[in-house]
């Protein structure tokens, strides 16, 4: 007699779970409409949309479970139901779609083991899919999140290495250009170190490739009381770089470019002051004491080595080569040390001629091995 009373509980027990998500659903349609009950044919559609809407969420999650031919307990199945409700929520506030409003390019400093251009993925791989959504909560990824903004801090507090599902990011070419010159300075004989340039927009249509923007989560945690979820110091680090990360393995057309740390500090655009500096802050504290003693520099070498900088970072894809110019270019002449001998619109009108050069060359070049 045992077994059907245990069934009955269970039954009961996830019928209660399944009943508070159909009330917080309708809860939530009644803060947007200002209302606790349907006064107008649209309230009511609105919450007949949100019903349909949980009623879709609890069809997938159930499909997905007997699709991995997975046992699941009643209670367990209402929980990831309430799981994936948490997920579109998220989803609905942080874009993982191309928008207008991203980046054109995302830079990594990344260091590696060998000589060969490395692939880009994290140390344990965890597609972003409807399993994940079931089994880890919005709460559970923030942890996770935490996680790995922190592990830099961590490894260097216990020195063992910190494995995530996250590759980071950032569109702040100045912030990941010095992060790939302190990695080089860290990094072991057998290891190399440079800078992957990424298209977003390729990013973004890669196949099991998710791109989220640390920003837009800290955003939607702070918005429903769970900012803490994160620590505040791990916070401000990736508010300063902007910071992105990725679940996934890139490949395809998202790397648009693999430049080592060596042809980087080789062109002779960077100081050592911008090298042996720890942060960017250290390195802006040092420049400023001696950029006004500093004396001028010829404007036509400050724009020429402005742009084969860029070159530098664009390889042969002259098409990107204004954009990272004008990534070069955003920080100021002052910020890379460059003291021109001439008005700054003067200086930057004669960087986007070189540009213009360069492109036009490049041009005729293919003109010509065409024919």
């Not at 942080?94 to 990594?108: G, H, Y």
Request: glycine letters at 8%; hydrophobic letters at 40%; proline letters at 4%.
């Amino acid at each position: 007699m045992a077994a059907p009373r245990s069934i009955f509980t269970e039954f009961s027990s996830a019928s209660h779970q399944l009943g508070r998500l159909v009330q917080a659903q309708l809860l939530k349609v009644g803060q947007r409409t200002s209302t606790r009950r349907p006064e107008t044919l649209g309230d009511l559609r609105s919450m007949v949309d949100a019903l349909s809407s949980l009623s879709d969420i609890c069809i997938a999650v159930l499909d997905d479970i007997r699709t991995r031919e997975q046992e699941r307990e009643l209670s367990t199945a209402v929980r990831e139901i309430e799981n994936v409700l948490g997920w579109t929520e998220l989803l609905h506030d942080v874009n993982i779609e191309t928008a207008p409003s991203d980046p054109q390019f995302l830079f990594r400093a990344h260091r590696h083991v060998g000589t060969s251009q490395p692939t880009f993925e994290p140390e344990l791989e965890v597609p972003f899919d409807l399993e994940f959504k079931r089994i880890i909560s919005v709460d559970g990824f923030a942890a996770l999140l935490a996680e790995h903004l922190g592990k830099t801090k961590e490894e260097e507090r216990t020195g063992n290495k910190v494995e995530t599902c996250f590759l980071s990011m950032s569109p702040v070419l100045e912030w990941t250009v010095h992060a790939t010159g302190q990695k080089w300075k860290d990094m072991e004989a057998d290891e190399t170190v440079g800078l992957a340039v990424f298209d977003v927009g390729r990013l973004r249509q890669t196949p099991d490739l998710t791109v989220f923007r640390i920003a837009d989560i800290l955003q939607f945690l702070e918005g429903r009381g769970k900012g803490e979820l994160i620590p505040q110091d791990v916070q401000g680090w990736a508010r300063n770089c902007d910071e992105y990360m990725s679940m996934g393995k890139v490949h395809g057309g998202g790397l648009l470019r693999w430049v080592p740390w060596t042809e980087l500090y080789g062109s002779g655009f960077l100081s050592s002051r911008f090298l042996r500096a720890y942060t960017l802050g250290k390195y802006r504290q040092w420049k400023d004491e001696v950029y006004d003693a500093a004396g001028c520099i010829e404007a036509e070498d400050v724009c020429r080595s402005v742009v084969e900088f860029g070159k530098i970072l664009a390889g042969s894809q002259v098409s990107i080569l204004l954009p990272l110019v004008e990534l070069i270019l955003k920080p100021g002449f002052q910020f890379w040390e460059l003291k021109a001998n001439a008005e700054e619109e003067v200086v930057k009108a004669r960087v986007y001629e070189l540009v213009d050069e360069a492109m036009i060359g490049d041009i005729s070049r293919l003109k010509i091995s065409g024919n």
